[in-house]
């Protein structure tokens, strides 16, 4: 293959394109959430897609309603991609998630600035927004991202928890962030998290 | 689990979460597409991810440049539901194309209406806005999904055409509507397309 013949041609779509190529990975990336339907773990593309369409339908929801959606949406677009490199690090997982941030940091220069220079910098300026939790659409994109496994952990019978030997103090614990997106969302989600208590597949 | 009596508690949200966890099912749905890092297709949660993002990135090459991009993005994150109950239909397979329209349009009358009534038509109009292809937005997104999988198929070194014996008289015939909603984007895959030929891993 004669990349360099075509990035000749067109310089800046080849540079967007070769990002666009290597975040093909990001379908490799596994996380610990189940998949409904399969007996096999959601990848974070798929993650990604499902909380952008969440953000979408739920967005009447957000504590505020007039939260900057497409913002929100771009941000859980590119939210994992550091995952490439860094890993996915399970929310349950105390040990693990020592040294994240500084592994992610790494990924993000690497991956964000094979991008056009002008792009490098408003994809890193959208994960710090999303990172650093301050912004009404980053709270909602944070609480969606909370929501989404809990979902699939309570559609599924608590698969992904089970595996993992997760109480629901943990859960309630790790995840009550979630009040600050969207207040209603998290009460929602802690009625499911009881429910799943009542019917015995989550320890108290 | 009880979901009935959550449901009774939060209605609307709940109403909203059925239809979202039987969207999860779009993660089973495999296209013709192959992923780069893997020997297997790509599933249609992780197509409408990649694709939503490309249309962030690439949104300068879009024939209008003022395209509403959050239109775009919503029509991508829709685009495929349809195939949970339809099947995913490769391009260049005439005879699977035949019957197509009826099957989708009974699928997004089944899946659309899982929604609370008012988000039902709203998603309705989002699909039929991506399949009419009458709007700069909607065209910018049938170009992308065009331009998505000749790019993993000619970074991937041909594998899914390969895998179908497709030619790239094909390839430019049934992908040149691209041109609609971006002529540079569409320059530039033909470029790759002659590059594919000239490097012998797709057949004139």
Redesign the interface.
């Known amino acids: ?3 360099d ?2 990035a000749e ?2 310089p800046r ?2 540079q ?2 070769s ?3 290597e ?6 990336i596994i996380r610990q959430s189940p ?4 007996n096999r773990k ?2 974070d ?2 993650h ?3 909380l ?3 953000a ?3 967005k009447e ?1 957000a504590i505020d309603e007039d939260v900057d ?2 913002q929100a ?2 941000m859980i ?2 939210h994992d991609i550091v995952e490439i490199d860094a890993g996915d690090t399970f929310v349950y997982d105390i040990a693990a998630n020592v040294g994240k941030r500084e592994r992610e940091v790494l990924a993000a220069e690497r991956i964000f600035n094979l ?1 056009p220079a002008d ?1 490098a910098v408003e994809i890193r300026a959208l994960w710090d927004e999303f990172e650093e939790r301050q912004t009404p659409a980053s709270r909602f994109a944070n609480a969606l991202d909370r929501l989404h496994p809990m ?2 952990n ?2 599924s ?1 608590g698969r992904g928890w089970a595996a993992h030997g997760v109480k629901s103090s943990q859960v309630f614990d790790r995840n009550k962030t979630m009040r600050e997106g969207s207040p ?2 998290w ?2 989600a802690s ?2 998290v009881r ?2 208590v ?2 015995g ?1 989550l320890p108290e």
Chains 1, 2 share one sequence.
Request: proline share 0%; net charge negative.
């Open positions: 293959m004669s990349f013949d075509v041609k067109f779509i080849a967007q394109m990002f666009l190529m975040i093909d990975k990001l379908k490799s998949i409904l339907g399969e959601e990848n593309a798929e990604s897609w499902h952008a369409l969440m979408v339908l739920l929801h959606i497409l949406v771009k677009l590119i991008l792009q979902m699939l309570y559609m019978g209603i969302l009460d929602f009625c499911c429910d799943a009542k019917e597949f």
